[in-house]
Every structure is written in C-alpha cells, then in structure tokens.
T-cell receptor, first 113, second 111 residues
Framework: DSGVTQTPKHLITATGQRVTLRCSPRSGDLSVYWYQQSLDQGLQFLIHYYNGEERAKGNILERFSAQQFPDLHSELNLSSLELGDSALYFC????????????FGEGSRLTVL | QQQVKQSPQSLIVQKGGISIINCAYENTAFDYFPWYQQFPGKGPALLIA?????SEKKEGRFTISFNKSAKQFSLHIMDSQPGDSATYFCAARDNFNKFYFGSGTKLNVKP
C-alpha cells in the first residue's frame, strides 16, 4: 500500500459526459501529480500541483482540469469525454526535493462508451 | 519530444537469465533516475533509483548501471524469476521536480 488513495477505481461513462477523479496523497506529501496511461502505453504526465498551486503542465487537454485543495487532496476533472479518453489515470505524490520517490495510487480506470 | 527513451518495448527471458532494459536521456539537468515496476491492475512502484554521481547501484538481484557521459542508464535483473514479469519504467527527474517516464518494457520471464 503506497498510502495514495484514488477513487473511483473503475468508472464507465458515455461520450460527452464529465467525470471527476479524486486523489488523496500520502500523509505529509505536498506534491500531487496526475498521469494518464492508455492501453499498453507509457505514463503521460498531465499536471503537477504543489501545496495547492499548479507547478507544471504536461500534455493535458483543455477539456481536462485539475486542482489541489487546502487539505491537499486533488481532483482531476475530465469533460466532453471522447472514446480516446479511456485510460488509467494515476495520481502520485511526494515530498518536494526529498528522496525523490513518487508514490503512485492504484489508479482510476475510465471507460468511455 | 520524448525526454527519456526506453528499449526494448518487450522482453522475454528464461527463468534464471539476465534481463536488461536500457534508457537514454538528453537533459543534463536530470538529477535522479528511478526505475518503477508495474504489475497489471496496479500502480507503478519504485524498484530502485540512482543519482548521477554514482555509476552503479545494486539492490538484491536488481542493478542500475549509469553512464553519465553517454547519458544512458540500464536496469539489470539477475536470476530473473517468473514473479519479475511486469512492466518496467525508467524515469528521470528535472530540477523542477518533474518526472519524465520512458515508454515502458513489458518483461515476461518464462518458467
């Protein structure tokens, strides 16, 4: 158990819909990262938050947005969903500049029909 | 532009053999190079990591070899076991604490 909690584990929805994925980082971790992993693909970096502030953006679509709340949990919002958005979405956390290890949650599997 | 290039995409090794996965990078500002192991349906988990001031790090059957001048690093799994069958990702961290991952290597260790 990495200590990073992601909900929901599985989500099935239709094209055009909107979903919210939630992540609770490890206790004490201020950084939250979101990654997308499509079938048999690598980890595509989406966005990084540190203590509530956006720090870096990767290949995140304009239909996607995220935020980190004062209690440090983070949400990834995906809207106007398309079939190609079906993927595993991972959240990871770490202490900035610490040991460097990223701790990953078990992911949220999104299926868009 | 992929910051970290990983090969091979897939690898089949017999039990007891050596598995070798290679990665290359361009950004000399990278300061931390971890390897992650991912089992189906699970999130990636840190396996072993190295900093650029060290040329080799060994933990049990897992060894990272690091060549700073060539900007390459590799993971060696000695005495590979069926339980090692997983997808392996190399990664590199920049000085903004942003991680770049390789495309992954699917390892299958045959009994």
């Amino acid at each position: 158990d990495s200590g990073v909690t992601q909900t929901p584990k599985h989500l099935i929805t239709a094209t055009g819909q909107r979903v919210t994925l939630r992540c609770s980082p490890r206790s004490g971790d201020l950084s939250v990262y979101w990654y997308q992993q499509s079938l048999d693909q690598g980890l595509q970096f989406l966005i990084h938050y540190y203590n509530g502030e956006e720090r870096a953006k990767g290949n995140i679509l304009e239909r996607f947005s995220a935020q980190q709340f004062p209690d440090l949990h983070s949400e990834l919002n995906l809207s106007s969903l398309e079939l190609g958005d079906s993927a595993l979405y991972f959240c990871a956390s770490n202490r900035i500049r610490g040991a460097g290890e990223l701790f990953f949650g078990e992911g949220s599997r999104l299926t868009v029909l | 532009q992929q910051q970290v290039k990983q090969s091979p995409q897939s690898l089949i090794v017999q039990k007891g053999g050596i598995s070798i996965i290679n990665c290359a990078y361009e950004n000399t500002a990278f300061d931390y190079f971890p390897w992650y192991q991912q089992f189906p349906g699970k999130g990636p988990a840190l396996l072993i990591a190295i900093r650029p001031d060290v040329s080799e790090k060994k933990e049990g059957r897992f060894t990272i070899s690091f060549n700073k001048s060539a900007k390459q690093f590799s993971l060696h799994i000695m005495d590979s076991q069926p339980g090692d069958s997983a997808t392996y990702f190399c990664a590199a961290r920049d000085n903004f604490n942003k991680f770049y991952f390789g495309s992954g290597t699917k390892l299958n260790v045959k009994p």
